[in-house]
């Protein structure tokens, strides 16, 4: 089975972890329009290429994020969500 | 017997006739140019041919003619849907299906066996007692079964009586069915190449010549086509196509995997699908068990196939059929699904005023295809969306007036 490296669990077969779907900009709810809350909550990233994603280790609940190839499905690295906050 | 049949194969009296004539070299303009050379593209071009006069229509297509999804689902055929949009639709195809040999003088293998799917907990049925009313209120037949009804409509099923999978009744579906997908496609294609369409494979786009808010031409890579109408039905390309337009759909793709056991002698006289296993069966016009289930968990362009699907198909197959358990598999596949956020197609007008969309099929396109043609022509002809094709519309998303089909059968969706 495909092994994901879970930055707190480390390598574990993937069905143990729930895709949670291309990371997205958050819109500002007192300024965003009808079209922009319809282009947040139904148009995620689908482009051929490396996508950001939130995954999840169902068993102990932690989410965090992968950069993974929509195209090869190799998982190039996975990191914890404060990594992100601290790049934004 | 050798000589007999050279005789017979040189005889003039037998002339050999390919279906589908070879294509000519591409035109420098068509009235309408369908990209996508799969069973919703085909049928469309036939309509149009047949019922519209449009008999300027190029099919283009990057592979070969109907060897994407169109070869890759698993052929079934029902209208047991959840919202009155999305069954009045599939009514429509179910119906278009029962007289589609004698529309194609084709063959196509529509066996109108039903569909049982199976509830293993109250809750399902309860869940299948409201598709049932919304399907008897718009006349299909479709009504929940008791356990003894499920054991006479399957008596080789495991009803796993006490255990923790005990099958507690069904929803019967009588107007369900299934065809031969290769038949559906090259029908629609004989037909339309007889009436002047031209097919041409291995002809790829490459990008859209966009002025204002029309698309001039159609680039491929044996050169441009100036167009009037384009119709973009490509399956599992739908957002890659459109992109190239300029138009960002509201798809996520998934690889879907299948397989089929070696041949056995007709014993299963239903299609079966089970909400709590993921599963599915139905036994193909060879005797082979065709198997399926839901999409992969997470988005991905490959149609490779891996073993954990593999063994979760097996173990709901063995469950359900536990005699299955020696039968060897024969082939495995998998296809790409355009998935919608609402599990339903979108059907109609593009951003674009001469662009149309026959996309987010994701795993119930097949059933559509004689219905998504006809409608679809009919759209392209006449210049606007016809009423049942309405609620399907691109905008949905932007006016949150979805149309919910998840939870419409066993698996993802």
């Not at chain 2, 085909?42 to 149009?48: E, T």
């Not at chain 2, 495991?158 to 009588?174: S, V, Y």
Request: glycine residues 10%; contains cysteine.
């Amino acid at each position: 089975m495909k092994i994901l490296t879970c930055p707190m669990n480390g390598p574990r077969n993937i069905d143990e972890f729930q895709s949670f779907g291309p990371v997205r900009a958050e819109p500002d709810p007192d300024r965003t329009a009808d079209t922009d809350w319809s282009r947040h909550l139904f148009r995620a990233e689908n482009r051929r290429g490396i996508v950001v994603e939130w995954w999840r280790h169902v068993p102990s609940n932690y989410f965090f994020l992968a950069e993974r190839d929509l195209v090869t499905n190799e998982i190039i690295r996975t990191f914890d969500a404060s990594e992100r906050r601290a790049q934004s | 017997m050798p000589l007999r049949l050279l005789k017979y194969g040189l005889s003039r009296d037998y002339p050999v006739s390919g279906d589908i004539p070879a294509a000519p070299d591409l035109k420098p303009s068509y009235d309408v140019v369908i990209v996508g050379g799969g069973g919703h593209g085909l049928s469309c071009a036939h309509h149009l041919s047949k019922y519209h006069g449009i008999r300027s229509v190029a099919v283009i297509e990057k592979g070969y003619l109907a060897g994407g999804n169109t070869a890759r689902n698993t052929t079934t055929i029902r209208s047991n849907y959840i919202t009155p949009e999305g069954i009045a639709f599939y009514k429509e195809a179910v119906e278009l299906f029962e007289g589609l040999s004698q529309e194609l003088d084709f063959n196509v293998m529509f066996s109108q066996r039903g569909q049982l799917t199976l509830a293993h907990t109250e809750a399902t049925l309860r869940s299948f007692h409201a598709r049932a009313e919304m399907g008897k209120h718009l006349g299909t037949r479709t009504e929940v079964v008791d356990q003894k009804a499920v054991e006479e409509l399957v008596p080789s099923l495991n009803m796993d009586h006490g255990g923790a999978l005990e099958i507690l009744g069904g929803l019967w579906h009588a107007d369900g069915g299934t065809a031969r997908h290769d038949a559906v496609a090259w029908g629609y294609a004989a037909q339309a190449s007889r009436r002047g369409v031209e097919i041409h494979q291995r002809t790829e786009v490459e990008g859209f010549e966009v002025v204002g808010d029309r698309v001039q031409a159609v680039k491929t890579n044996r050169g441009r086509i100036a167009c009037g109408q384009v119709l973009i039905a490509t399956g599992g390309m739908n957002y890659d196509v459109a992109l190239m337009a300029g138009v960002e759909l509201p798809i996520r793709c998934y690889p879907l995997q299948a397989m089929v056991t070696q041949p056995l002698k007709p014993w299963l006289h239903t299609l079966v699908s089970s909400v709590s296993l993921h599963t599915y069966l139905v036994q193909s016009s060879r005797g082979e068990i065709v198997i399926g289930g839901g999409s992969d968990p997470y988005q991905l362009y490959s149609t490779r196939s891996t073993l954990d699907m593999k063994e979760h198909l097996a173990e709901g197959a063995v469950h359900l059929f536990p005699f299955l358990q020696g039968v060897r598999l024969l082939r495995q596949w998998a296809g790409i699904t355009d998935m919608t956020p609402d599990y339903s197609p979108i059907m109609g007008a593009s951003p674009l005023q001469n662009l149309w969309l026959d996309c987010g099929w994701g795993t119930w396109g097949f059933k559509a295809t004689p219905v998504a043609g006809k409608r679809m022509a009919e759209t392209i002809a006449k210049g606007r969306v016809p009423d049942i094709l309405k609620p399907f519309a691109l905008e949905r998303f932007e006016t949150f007036r979805l149309l919910n089909e998840m939870g419409a059968t066993a698996a993802s969706h």
